[in-house]
């Protein structure tokens, strides 16, 4: 359904038949660390997540999953190989 509250005529997973359905019953604004993100939009005098109707509530945990505005390092493992085992290996593929 489309909000009625806060961002009004966006398509709202919260908005049933008898209003908004999340917890504190409106659309909180985005926090400092939202700033720069593709997934904002702004209503009147506030910016809102397009994506989380609490967007602090998605950095308690470290990075929020939806940012656009932040970059993902890959952690690149090492895997570590037994020393026997490639030698074998490397035995067998002389063959």
Known sequence: MHCDTVRKGVNCSFMKNKG????????????????G???TIAFEE???C????????KWNR???????HLEK???????KINPLKASKRAAAAKK
Do not use: W
């Open 62 to 68: 470290g990075d929020c999953n939806f940012a656009t």
């Open 50 to 57: 397009l994506v989380a109707a609490d967007p602090e509530a």
């Open 37 to 39: 993100c593709n997934r």
């Open 20 to 35: 908004c359905s999340f917890s504190k019953g409106r659309c909180l604004p985005i926090i400092e660390k939202c700033q």
């Open 73 to 79: 390092k890959k952690i690149e493992e090492s895997q």
């Open 46 to 48: 506030s910016v809102y």
